[in-house]
């Protein structure tokens, strides 16, 4: 099984450190870098090609809200994963809005960490329960919806929500990855969101609290 090149970028060196050591010990991850700031690390990105980006948050000089935002626009084609320490909303919003494709705390668990990175990875769309809790105990404006959802667009965006990938959705409703694509595009168009994390995090606030999810 080819292993998942990731890049790391995060200012702490005893703790990116750290974290190469979890990554590098499991046969699924082949880190390709580590950055201590965001211009290194958009040039490692740039350089060296990573499947994965696993990004902090706060960082002197470009933070890592500018950071996912200027890879966003270079189109590299990686997944970024967010893992702060911080419980701030606003940030949590505005990775959501950026592109994230997932949003973790620090304070995880090793093993847990190892999972989450793994199914980023894979295509699932990956958002701490605590973080999930936060914004549904703050809830926004009312959803902005252009036009009713259909059964199967509905399905999907539950779906999306427990953390599935187009892959594991297509199984699901018996359909091909590439008609989950579509359908993603018009949940994306109708809940006027930007990224598969704001899809999800939409069904957390906007549906009833005890709902089913796993990531």
């Given at each position: 099984m080819n292993s998942t090149r990731l890049l790391l970028i995060d200012d702490h060196p005893l703790f990116r450190n750290g974290l190469a050591q979890l990554f590098a010990a499991s046969e699924d991850f082949d880190v390709v870098g580590q950055a201590g700031s965001g211009r290194e690390g958009i040039a490692m990105a740039v350089n060296l090609a990573p499947a994965l980006v696993l990004l902090d948050l706060h960082m002197p000089g470009l933070s890592g809200l500018q950071v996912l935002d200027e890879l966003r626009q270079l189109?590299?084609?990686?997944?970024?994963?967010?893992?702060?320490?911080?419980?701030?909303?606003?940030?949590?919003?505005?990775?959501?809005?950026?592109?994230?494709?997932?949003?973790?705390?620090?304070?995880?668990?090793?093993?847990?960490?190892?999972?989450?990175?793994?199914?980023?990875?894979?295509?699932?769309?990956?958002?701490?329960?605590?973080?999930?809790t936060l914004l549904s105990e703050q809830p926004l404006q009312s959803p902005v919806l252009d036009g009713s959802l259909t059964e199967r667009e509905g399905q999907t965006l539950s779906l999306i929500a427990l953390g599935m990938s187009n892959k594991q959705i297509g199984r699901e409703l018996g359909i091909s990855d590439g008609t989950v694509k579509v359908y993603v595009k018009s949940l994306l168009k109708k809940l006027r969101l930007h990224s598969r994390l704001e899809l999800a995090a939409w069904v957390h606030r906007f549906t009833v609290p005890d709902r089913p999810r796993s990531h």
């Open positions: 189109q590299l084609g990686c997944k970024i994963m967010v893992l702060t320490a911080s419980i701030d909303r606003d940030e949590l919003l505005t990775a959501m809005r950026l592109g994230a494709n997932g949003y973790v705390l620090k304070e995880t668990e090793p093993d847990a960490l190892l999972c989450h990175v793994r199914n980023c990875g894979q295509g699932a769309v990956i958002l701490d329960d605590s973080l999930a």
